[in-house]
């Protein structure tokens, strides 16, 4: 959707995939096939080539004239990995496009499934990592990769299914920031704050509104993308995760350690600290423990403390 919307206006767009164009959802309405509309053309299928069409995407935006965008699943990127590095590096302008990015992948199994993958690709300096929760989220991902000239991007996407934040106009803006408040309690002060991102976004929603019924004031702050909001003034982070509130849990489908500076010594981080299993992802969630009940737990043992 968002490239149906962006590819008309930008045709300096060329894209591609890794032999996954169908399930990346990279293709959009004006996509051209490069080996058969030649100078027209703006979509090449590499094939199982991961590295060499993320080297050939360095090159094409080193060219000039071109914002080369390519696709794989997340768990992939490992393949891809130097030539990212490299792109961040040198800098060249290149959109990375990682789906089906965590144990929601389902019956595909562990290896498959990224667990370390966020943490490793958010490792890499000049190189931001968004891991949007929803269409909204997604179109403001592309927006600021599509705006960056000094380095490479990285959009991080599901495969299951995720549901519509609803948000202000100020929310909507507050999105470029890379972490923002989707939600505060109405009637009662901050007690709690529960970081997400991505698919974990909509469970902490629905636990926030567990806890409120209970009375608890619970902050949800989506952070699509770490490196952005760290770069952010520090009145800005502090507004966002006032440094008072020390009650916090994050919520995301990978390794957990990541998230430690932003909960600290005192909070939670649900996760998945080892490899994932073959089946269904609506099982897969439960079976690891992330979900609602997992979260709504974790916060009050927090409360608790």
Same mark, same amino acid.
């Given at each position: 959707?968002?490239?149906?919307? @962006?590819?008309?206006?930008?045709?300096?767009?060329?894209?591609?995939?890794?032999?996954?164009?169908?399930?990346?959802?990279?293709?959009?309405?004006?996509?051209?096939?490069?080996?058969?509309?030649?100078?027209?053309?703006?979509?090449?299928?590499?094939?199982?080539?991961?590295?060499?069409?993320?080297?050939?995407?360095?090159?094409?935006?080193?060219?000039?004239?071109?914002?080369? #965008?390519? *696709?794989?699943?997340?768990?992939?990127?490992?393949?891809?990995?130097?030539?990212?590095?490299?792109?961040?590096?040198?800098?060249?302008? *290149?959109?990375?496009?990682?789906?089906?990015?965590?144990?929601?992948?389902?019956?595909?199994?562990?290896?498959?499934?990224?667990?370390?993958?966020?943490?490793?690709?958010?490792?890499?300096?000049?190189?931001?990592?968004?891991?949007? %929760?929803?269409?909204?989220?997604?179109?403001?991902?592309?927006?600021?990769?599509?705006?960056?000239?000094?380095?490479?991007? %990285?959009?991080?996407?599901?495969?299951?299914?995720?549901?519509?934040?609803?948000?202000?106009?100020?929310?909507?803006?507050? =999105?470029?920031?890379?972490? #923002?408040?989707?939600?505060?309690?109405?009637?009662?002060?901050?007690?709690?704050?529960?970081?997400?991102?991505?698919?974990?976004?909509?469970?902490?929603?629905?636990?926030?509104?567990?806890?409120?019924?209970?009375?608890?004031?619970?902050?949800?702050?989506?952070?699509?993308?770490?490196?952005?909001?760290?770069?952010?003034?520090?009145?800005?982070?502090?507004?966002?995760?006032?440094?008072?509130?020390?009650?916090? =849990?994050?919520?995301?489908?990978?390794?957990?350690? @990541?998230?430690?500076?932003?909960?600290?010594?005192?909070?939670?981080?649900?996760?998945?600290?080892?490899?994932?299993?073959?089946?269904?992802?609506?099982?897969?969630?439960?079976?690891?423990?992330?979900?609602?009940?997992?979260?709504?737990?974790?916060?009050?043992?927090?409360?608790?403390?």
């Amino acid at each position: 959707m968002t490239l149906d919307a @962006f590819g008309p206006l930008l045709p300096e767009l060329i894209g591609g995939s890794a032999d996954l164009a169908h399930s990346n959802l990279t293709l959009w309405k004006g996509s051209k096939d490069v080996n058969t509309a030649g100078a027209e053309g703006n979509y090449i299928y590499y094939g199982v080539r991961e590295f060499g069409m993320t080297a050939i995407s360095n090159g094409l935006a080193l060219h000039g004239g071109f914002v080369p #965008y390519d *696709a794989t699943f997340l768990v992939f990127s490992d393949y891809a990995r130097n030539a990212v590095r490299m792109g961040a590096l040198i800098p060249a302008q *290149a959109i990375h496009v990682y789906t089906h990015d965590s144990i929601g992948l389902g019956e595909d199994g562990p290896t498959h499934q990224p667990v370390e993958h966020l943490a490793s690709l958010r490792y890499i300096p000049n190189n931001p990592v968004w891991r949007p %929760c929803d269409t909204v989220e997604t179109a403001i991902a592309w927006k600021h990769a599509i705006e960056r000239k000094l380095g490479p991007s %990285c959009l991080i996407f599901s495969r299951q299914n995720l549901p519509h934040q609803l948000r202000s106009d100020q929310q909507l803006l507050d =999105i470029e920031r890379g972490g #923002y408040v989707l939600l505060d309690p109405l009637n009662t002060k901050i007690e709690l704050i529960l970081i997400a991102t991505g698919s974990e976004v909509g469970l902490a929603m629905d636990a926030a509104r567990v806890l409120d019924g209970e009375g608890i004031g619970v902050r949800v702050v989506s952070m699509p993308c770490t490196q952005v909001f760290d770069a952010q003034p520090i009145e800005w982070r502090e507004g966002v995760l006032p440094s008072w509130c020390r009650a916090r =849990i994050a919520v995301e489908a990978g390794v957990s350690d @990541f998230w430690r500076k932003y909960v600290g010594l005192d909070g939670a981080v649900i996760g998945i600290d080892r490899f994932g299993a073959s089946a269904p992802a609506e099982k897969l969630y439960p079976y690891f423990g992330i979900t609602v009940e997992k979260i709504v737990e974790a916060a009050r043992t927090q409360l608790r403390r």
